[in-house]
C-alpha cells in the first residue's frame, strides 16, 4: 500500500469515527477473532477496547468468533471447543455486553458460508494473490499456499456482509481485505441488484503491542500476557521477561526492545507516555521498572 493511499484510509477513518458517535445506529459493526488460544493484552489494546467502547456509544456490534478458520493454517480441530468458551468468558470480561452485542460462532450459522461460492465468482485468481496479508500469513504459518489459505479474504467478505455489516475495526495490514471486501460487495450489487453495503475500515491508532520479549505480542511466540492470567502469574512473566545490563531506563525501541516492550506496557495501562514513565524511574534500573508494569 502506497503512502498516499494509506493517508487517504486514516482521513476516511478518522471522517467515520466522528459519524459514528454522532449516528451509531446508522452503522453496524463486524469483528471478531480465531479461537486459537487465550485472548491476551495485545488483543485488549489492539481492538477489544476499541470494541467496547463502540458498543456503549451505541453502534449495533456484531462479533465472530471464527471457529471454521482455524483450520486456514493449522492441522488440528483439537482444543477449539473449549477455546471457543474461553474466548467468550474473556470479551465478558473485558466488557462486551450480550445485550449490547451479538456473539456467535461460524459453526453457528452453517448459512454465512453459502455466500462463498457467489463471492468467489467475483474475483479472479490474480486479484487473490496479490493480497499482501495472504502471502504474509502463508509466510508466518509455515504451510503451502492451501485453497482456504489463498480464499481467507473471501470468507472474511462473507462475515462482514452477511449481516450487512459496514464497519469494520482494521489495522493497517488487514486494509486490503476490506478493499477485496468492498470489490465483492460492489460486483455482486452490480450483478444481481443492490443488496450489500461497501464497508468502511476503522483504523487502529493503538500501537502494535510488544511482549515480553520486545516482538510483537503473540501466543506463537510464547511472550503475551493472557487476561486469565492472576495477578501472581503476571507478575511472575514480567519478572523473567528480558531487558539488559544498562541500568538508566530509556525509552529506546530499536536499542532497547526489552525495556522499550515494558514501558509501553505500562503506558497503555495507566494513560501516561514511556518517556515519562522512564524519565520517573530513571537510575532505579529494570527491577524497578518490572515492580511498575
Known amino acids: 500500500m502506497s503512502v498516499d493511499s494509506f ?84 470479551y465478558l470480561a473485558c466488557g462486551l455486553d450480550p445485550e449490547k452485542t451479538l456473539i456467535f460462532t461460524h459453526s453457528a450459522v452453517p448459512a454465512l458460508n453459502q455466500l462463498m461460492l457467489p463471492f468467489l465468482s467475483l474475483v479472479t485468481e490474480s486479484e487473490l494473490h496479490r493480497n499482501p496479508t495472504v502471502k504474509s500469513e502463508m509466510e508466518a504459518s509455515g504451510h503451502a499456499l492451501t485453497g482456504l ?31 477485496i471486501t468492498r470489490q465483492i460487495a460492489r460486483r455482486f450489487n452490480e450483478r444481481y441488484g443492490k443488496v450489500f453495503p461497501e464497508p468502511e475500515g476503522l483504523l487502529n491508532d493503538a500501537p502494535e503491542i510488544p511482549g515480553l520479549d520486545g516482538r510483537k505480542m503473540s501466543k506463537s511466540y510464547g511472550n503475551a500476557i493472557s487476561l486469565c492470567f492472576t495477578e501472581e502469574e503476571t507478575a511472575k512473566l514480567i519478572k523473567k521477561s528480558q531487558t539488559d545490563s544498562e541500568r538508566f531506563i530509556t525509552y529506546d525501541k530499536e536499542n532497547r526492545p526489552g525495556v522499550s516492550a515494558l514501558l509501553t506496557t505500562a503506558a497503555l495501562c495507566t494513560g501516561r507516555s514511556e518517556e515519562e514513565i522512564a524519565a520517573e524511574i530513571g537510575n532505579d534500573g529494570s527491577g524497578a521498572l518490572k515492580k511498575y508494569v
Open 149 to 179: 489459505l489463498l480464499t481467507y479474504p473471501i470468507h472474511q467478505a462473507c462475515d462482514i456482509l452477511f449481516c450487512k455489516g459496514n464497519v469494520v475495526p482494521v489495522g493497517k495490514d488487514q486494509l486490503p481485505h476490506i478493499e
Open 7 to 90: 493517508e487517504a484510509s486514516v482521513k476516511k477513518s478518522d471522517a467515520l469515527k466522528e459519524d459514528l458517535f454522532e449516528h451509531p445506529t446508522k452503522y453496524i459493526m463486524l469483528t471478531g477473532d480465531r479461537p486459537t488460544g487465550r485472548l491476551h493484552l495485545g488483543h485488549y489494546f489492539g481492538t477489544i477496547k476499541e470494541r467496547v467502547n463502540l458498543q456503549n456509544k451505541g453502534v449495533p456490534t456484531r462479533v465472530v468468533i471464527a471457529d471454521y478458520q482455524v483450520i486456514t493454517d493449522r492441522d488440528t480441530t483439537e482444543h477449539i471447543q473449549d477455546n471457543v468458551y474461553n474466548m467468550v468468558i474473556d
